[in-house]
């Protein structure tokens, strides 16, 4: 029988031996990452100038050794094609231009890097990723996109020419491809192309069985056979696989040339560098989106991919990473464990093994389409709307990193923002000159005063930490300074130290002159934490910033003048005051990141979840708050997704209220809990516009009377999820909803109302919106 929601959120799987009773989850899923695995390693493979064999044996090497020792729980590991632009600047730096050369010697600095992936865990240094600027990781991730798109553009268009060395050098060179275009092949490429882009905006259900990467793939092998292209622009494989497909790591040249030294310790520390910040920073993304919610541990993911590294280079292949694309495919395709990547190894073995001639005829113009897909998905416009819709520091950052790495190299480029990140803090709060002018502050005064404030980017912002006790209960207030991310690891130390049974409440003090988006991000994580742990988390002080932006998770820096300020609102936050005058509730503007307080499964969903406009208080026999919900469903949408919702808290209800979800047709959204269809046989017209999911069959025929129904067949685009005597509702069909037609909003609370309130107790309850 499947499991409920009840249990699948408290019997969470686990790996290991305990893992395998998922097999049936993890199988189904380890064949749909397959399929997306095996044209996105032939093409990072290619991307990154190896032959294409060696991306399968990565992703076949990452899938075996991963669920035995990874950190993490429905991450994919293989080779990633975030990491093809610098393997392919390495192997070019080692082999001085010559791909053949280079490729054996940079087995060998993928070899060290694995090992000191294996060595930096015992000191934790998998926690100092948390202290990476957020701007920078993403300016980083959008150029590596950039730079995918450059390199696979004379792909793209048929020309052959090598690769060239820098991205600068590579940009002067993209006239000559198109003077070299093979019309024919650039055909191939540009169906591919527009074809890759439109089934990834397309929501058809019948995408969820076959990957775009793959329809791709097989249209692209079509339109060879119909253009009978040349074999040069087609990937080659050996044709024997076990004699011919692996390559050893050149460790003896390595040793007898001292001049190449420095240069593999270069690729080394580069590699290092930018595997680990991705792979950590792409196995908190995955937590996210873990529909059951556990957290990784960052050091044990970082020794895994060290191992992974130091035998995927003994075999020949290429760096592994958990991908994102991957791990996004295997939950939604329901994975459950990291077995899931064992069942993907053996797929791809399979795949390997039967179709090796049919991936011989699949064209590079159609990988490249592929590539430059992966690669505008690391760039797109909304990442740096996202960054200035964050503050225009942010936007700073994020322009400075993209610029440097294109123009310099990745590991230069990483640096020069993490540098900038410093210097914008230090300028942020230097004070100002007038001070000096007006004699508030003295020339002998200010070295101290800069002195402090650079200390203070590394001191330890935690000034106190007290413990109280009420009626059983333990809180732990924390007492803040500035907080930003080169002082987080110390923050974390202290968070990290509280029990999970203890409440806490953080408190920026007067000497607290900064908070940075970084440490916004991490203390809404530890709040999200302490929610689904079932313990208080209070934030206290943040209203005397000056915020660099409207986003509840933007940078801020305090402001005297703040104290006793009114917030500015909008003439349709006006009207909404206006409502909840009406009827005696509470109105606050605020953006707030949404915390999921209740574990609804459709708040669950996506990223950059929040809550704004929010109408709250007591209404008839229950807590209502209404408000405006945004999030986004990324990788698979390209936009925000807006709803104006209602949460209801029923108070002494004299019914059961059963756990349940009620979806209107075409709205039937896959989850990793599964439920049972529930046919409410006495009403044959309600099936067929709505799909109804739960577990208590009697219960939720009892939740469901007649009135409730004709509520529903009167409005056939509502969302209903009840969990735990809570209840979220909204309309599917609509974005925000106007004053004039939020009234059915509270219409639905009254039937709620009327179906939870205990016949001793009758109230009069008003369907119709009231107007003064």
Known sequence: MPENISDGLNDKPQNGLNGLRHWRYDLRAGLQVALVSLPLSLGIAIASGAPPVTGLISAIIAGLVYPLLGGS???????????????????LTLGNGDLAVGYPLLLVAICLTGVVQIILPVFKVGEFAKMMPIAVMEGMLAAIGLMIIIKQIPALLGDLAAPSQSIPLAVMNIPRSFFAIEYDIFFIGAISLVLIFFLNKNKARWLGFIPAPLLVVCVGIVLGYLFQVDPKFLIKMPDNLMKDGFTLPDFATAWKNPDLWSRIIVVVVTLTLIDGLESLATVAA???????QRRSDPNKTLRAMGVSNVLSSIAGGLTIIPGGIKSRANVDAGGRTLWANA???VFLIIFLWAGKDLIDRIPLATLAAVLIYVGWRLCEPRGWIKALAIGKEQFFLFAVTVTSVLTIDLLFGILIGIFTKALMLLYLQIPSFRYILTGQLSLRQLPNVLWAILRGLFANPVIRHKVFREDGQEEHSVYLSSSLCFNLLKLEKTLSDIPRNADVNLVMTLSARMVDHTTMEHLHYFQERCVQEGRKCQIQG????????????????RDGRRHGQQEQISARQRSLLEVAKRYGLRFSPSVVSSLNEHNFIYLARGSEKEESNIISGPYQCCEIKIFDYKFTDMPQYFRDTRHTMIAIKVNGS??????????PDHYVAKSLVEYRDIHLADDRHFPN?????????????????PDLIRFFEAHPQFYMEAR?????????????????SIRVLFSFADVISRICVPAKEEVKLNFEFTKK
């Open 654 to 663: 004299g019914i059961n209220i059963p756990n349940c979800v009620m979806e």
């Open 343 to 345: 069942y993907n190894a």
């Open 73 to 91: 729980y429905v991450t994919i590991s293989g080779p990633a094609a975030g990491l093809a632009p610098a393997l392919l600047a390495g192997m």
């Open 724 to 740: 735990d005597s809570h209840i979220l509702a909204f309309r599917v069909d609509r974005d925000l909803e106007d004053i004039d």
């Open 689 to 705: 516009r709505y799909h109804l999911r739960g577990e208590d069959e009697e219960g939720i025929r009892n939740f469901f009377t």
């Open 286 to 292: 995955i937590d996210r989106i873990d529909p059951f």
């Open 542 to 557: 943040l209203e005397l910033f000056h915020r660099f932006s409207n986003h509840p998770l933007s940078a801020g820096l």
